[in-house]
């Protein structure tokens, strides 16, 4: 039963060429995150959708974009890939926000820029 | 910004054992603690939320909050080889963010 889904679980892209990277959820959470995870080293916050409403973190570069076409998608765009965008790329929900209720992680998409 | 701090090990500890996991954390105004765990490759799993001060007991895992030291621990008593892994300590972002600030983790590994 998953309940976080992304697609797809690996990506290779050239550098600068965009990329999408996929999530879902079957949870109907409010909230949903993608974070990014380089090797051995902590998830970072890039932003969230609180229902519609976008939050960027302050210190996430213009590179990275989102969408939220509606309650159960969500997709990150990296416009001009570079090498050091290379990571594991965590999409995550909650049903409320506030860091007030757990987060749910799906699976992760990793991404290798060539 | 709020720190999270955390050994990253590897801590070893034999099977059968108590393995203790510990995080300091840098905002007094944090309400909510989560530990997560992480196998190489994979996303990570919550173990344990706690909210209130003292301990919360899961199964093999217990989790103990001091607030006045800045403090979360957890603990994994009769350990297994399925628990060697990375624990991620989080608590919600500062600057208002709802996101979470993760700790490094600390690599467990669980000796047969």
């Known amino acids: 039963d998953a309940m976080v889904i992304q697609n797809p679980r690996y990506q290779v892209t050239q550098f600068g060429k965009p990329v999408t990277l996929s999530c879902s959820q079957t949870l109907n959470h409010n909230v949903m995150y993608w974070y990014q995870q380089k090797s051995s080293q902590a998830p970072k916050l890039l932003f969230h959708y609180y229902d519609k409403d976008f939050n960027n973190e302050a210190d996430t570069p213009d590179n990275f974009q989102s969408r939220r076409p509606n309650t159960s998608f969500c997709f990150l765009d990296i416009r001009s890939p570079g090498l050091g965008d290379a990571a594991m790329y965590l999409c995550?929900?909650?049903?409320?926000?506030?860091?007030?209720?757990?987060?749910?992680f799906g699976p992760g998409t990793r991404l290798t820029v060539l | 910004q709020k720190e999270v701090e955390q050994n990253s090990g590897p801590l070893s500890v034999p099977e059968g054992a108590i393995a203790s996991l510990n995080c300091t954390y840098s905002?007094?105004?944090?309400?909510?603690f989560f530990w997560y765990r992480q196998y190489s490759g994979k996303s990570p799993e919550l173990i344990m939320s706690?909210?209130?001060?003292g301990d919360k007991e899961d199964g093999r895992f217990t989790a103990q909050l001091n607030k006045a030291s800045q403090y979360v621990s957890l603990l994994i008593r009769d350990s297994q080889p399925s628990d060697s892994a990375t624990y991620l300590c989080a608590v919600p972002g500062g600057g208002g963010a709802d996101g979470l600030t993760f700790g490094k983790g600390t690599h467990l590994i669980i000796q047969p």
């Open positions: 995550a929900t909650s049903r409320v926000g506030g860091g007030l209720d757990t987060q749910y």
């Open positions: 706690i909210y209130s001060n």
């Open positions: 905002d007094r105004g944090s309400q909510s």
